[in-house]
């Protein structure tokens, strides 16, 4: 049971526009940013977007992020093939002594 | 440019301890924290604490506690992730990552994955 909440799976057809939500509490996405991360088959994950809404250099601007409250939400839009890969959130939690906590991480199948 | 390379796979006995290391190239290693996460087959990702090179200074998830241990060696840039007490629940790829950022922080980037199997 992971401490952030992610739909399992979600699908597109190419060129389409698909968004992954992310939900939390006031302990991690409610006080802290949100970092999306994407695993393609087989890989190690890789930094997609970083505190809420910004792409590091090299990632292409069809990838968009946003929260708003305790949730947050991952949007791709002209859909491609090769986006179809795992998707995970994570925030820092502020509760104990502070711990990094992920979604359980969508699967997204481009069709 | 900046890269994180992990140790090789590992099989283990139930009981056992194994040890990843992970190491850096392309930055100053004592300037970044390091995490280490780790991922059971087909399941999501799972933290399990963070390490400061420059201090030694570890925080280890609640679940782990008392069988982790983060260490590093700073005259070759490597951090090293031990786990104690393996159980086959402990099969998993275990990845460490950079802590980039200031007070916002992300992960970036990712070693390439170290599979350790335990298993009798």
């Known amino acids: 049971q992971s401490v952030l909440t992610q739909p399992p799976s979600a699908s597109g057809t190419p060129g389409q526009r698909v968004t992954i939500s992310c939900s939390g509490s006031?302990?991690?996405?409610?006080?802290?940013?949100v970092n999306w991360y994407q695993q393609l088959p087989g890989t190690a994950p890789k930094l997609l977007i970083y505190?809420?809404?910004q792409r590091p250099s090299g990632v292409p601007d069809r990838f968009s992020g946003s929260k708003s409250g305790t949730s947050a939400s991952l949007a791709i839009s002209g859909l491609q093939s090769e986006d179809e890969a795992d998707y995970y959130c994570?925030?820092?939690?502020?509760?104990?002594?502070?711990?990094?906590?992920f979604g359980g991480g969508t699967k997204l199948t481009v069709l | 440019q900046v890269q994180l390379v992990q140790s090789g796979a590992e099989v283990k006995k139930p009981g056992a301890s194994v040890k990843v290391s992970c190491k850096a190239s392309?930055?100053?290693?004592?300037?970044?924290?390091i995490n280490w996460v780790r991922q059971a087959t087909g399941q999501g990702l799972e933290w399990m604490g963070w390490?400061?090179?420059?201090?030694?200074?570890?925080g280890y998830a609640q679940k782990f506690q008392g069988r982790v241990t983060m260490t590093r060696n700073t005259s070759i840039s490597t951090a090293y992730m031990e786990l104690s007490s393996l159980r086959s629940e402990d099969t998993a790829v275990y990845y460490c990552?950079?802590?980039?950022?200031?007070?916002?922080?992300?992960?970036?980037?990712w070693g390439q994955g170290t599979l350790v199997t335990v298993s009798s």
């Open positions: 392309g930055y100053t290693f004592t300037s970044y924290d």
């Open positions: 390490m400061n090179p420059n201090s030694g200074n570890t």
């Open positions: 990552a950079r802590e980039d950022g200031d007070s916002i922080n992300w992960f970036d980037p």
């Open positions: 994570a925030a820092w939690d502020d509760s104990l002594n502070g711990s990094w906590v």
């Open positions: 006031s302990s991690n996405i409610g006080s802290n940013t």
């Open positions: 505190s809420n809404n």
